[in-house]
């Protein structure tokens, strides 16, 4: 009995910490920090806020080694004996750099909208016709894409012409911080849904003939596994899902950042398709990897656009069941993911 009431206070006392780490003082006092440090960059020449998001880069990159252990295990995961120890870190500092700049973008944004600086430096890309003439005819697309070039301007960029976009967003651990973004990423922007409990609303968008986008190349606990340069990478399942229950046609976003904050293209690829036959869920699978596939592609033809520093692989598959594509399988399927502490802790 006492220690069924110490648990019970103990997993309280976890959901108050928890609770005080997303919402309390230091969530507040980090939240506006930030808005605080990045407000300059609304007000100066646009090539100086992009230097001063390359020089902050510079920074990171020096003072947080822990990034760069991660940055140089990726890369070694992904390319081998291909790149030396000096391209290794050349390349994940650049990445760093360009990540700094989808920040300043992000910051950009709302004012450029408002000026209509959006519509003078942002243009349609390679195989934009057909996406388009299928949105004009009111027919459901799915949009997926990764963490590379400039992610932030692509959704608006369609939202600016015309369309309907819903995008579902992994929450922060600073929930203050995470509603900052959402209001700014809502001006002129896509309808968002946190992650958890998006598929609804997704479909509901879809069925309406609307388009969603979203991104598949973070480590997604309990997610499926499928190839992602060679090894097993726990993947998000959205795509797929939404493919198999609404027919929708599927398009890989690929946004390039030509010339920062003066010249940006949003190339598709698409509309993509899989083999016919199977179950619902190696048809599930298929897409999934068919999609991390194509990510892995664009990565490889310039790999200093890609966000290195995330731990995309951190999950492992089961031991046991090494060969099988493990995951959270929408069919209601037992989830064959084995967390590592780090995540249990999280």
């Known amino acids: 009995m006492g220690s069924a009431v110490t648990t019970s206070e103990s997993e309280q006392a976890r959901a108050r910490r928890r609770e005080r780490e997303r919402r309390g003082f230091r969530a507040q006092v980090a939240a506006w920090a930030i808005r605080i440090t990045v407000a300059p960059l609304r007000i100066v020449p646009v090539p100086v ?16 080694p822990s990034r760069r252990r991660i940055a140089d295990e990726n890369l070694r995961t992904a390319f081998g004996e291909q790149l030396s120890a000096r391209d290794r870190a050349r390349i994940g500092r650049e990445s760093v750099r360009r990540f700094s700049m989808t920040l300043v973008e992000g910051v950009l944004l709302p004012g450029w909208i408002r000026t209509g600086r959006l519509e003078r430096v942002a243009e349609a890309g390679a195989g934009n016709a057909e996406a388009f003439a299928r949105q004009q005819r009111g027919e459901p697309i799915i949009f997926f894409s990764g963490h590379f070039g400039p992610w932030e301007v692509s959704a608006r960029q369609l939202v600016r012409l015309g369309w309907r976009i819903g995008l579902p967003y992994r929450s922060t651990k600073n929930e203050v911080l995470q509603d900052w973004i959402v209001r700014t990423r809502a001006i002129a922007g896509p309808e968002q849904f946190p992650r958890k409990g ?22 997604e606990r309990g997610g499926l596994f499928v190839d992602f340069f060679g090894r097993p990478a726990a993947t998000v399942t959205t795509v797929g899902v939404l493919a198999e229950r609404t027919g929708a046609a599927v398009y890989l976003q690929v946004p ?9 293209r949003v190339d598709f690829e698409g509309p993509l398709t899989i083999p016919d036959g199977g179950t619902t869920e190696e ?24 966000l290195w520093i995330h731990r995309r692989w ?13 995951g959270t399988m929408p ?16």
């Open 283 to 306: 048809r599930i699978h298929a897409w999934t990897q068919l999609a991390t596939a194509r990510i892995e592609a664009r990565i490889r033809e310039n790999p200093a656009e890609w």
């Open 314 to 326: 951190r999950s492992r598959p089961l031991a046991s069941t090494p060969s099988e594509p493990a």
């Open 256 to 264: 390039r950042r030509v010339v920062p904050g003066q010249k940006y």
């Open 331 to 346: 069919s209601g399927s037992t989830k064959r993911h084995s967390p590592s502490r780090q995540e249990e802790t999280e």
């Open 198 to 219: 998006a598929l609804r609303p997704l479909m509901r968008l879809l069925k309406e003939g609307a388009a969603v986008t979203m991104f598949l190349d973070q480590n």
């Open 49 to 64: 806020a992009f230097f001063i998001g390359r020089r902050f880069a510079d920074f990171l990159w020096l003072f947080l």
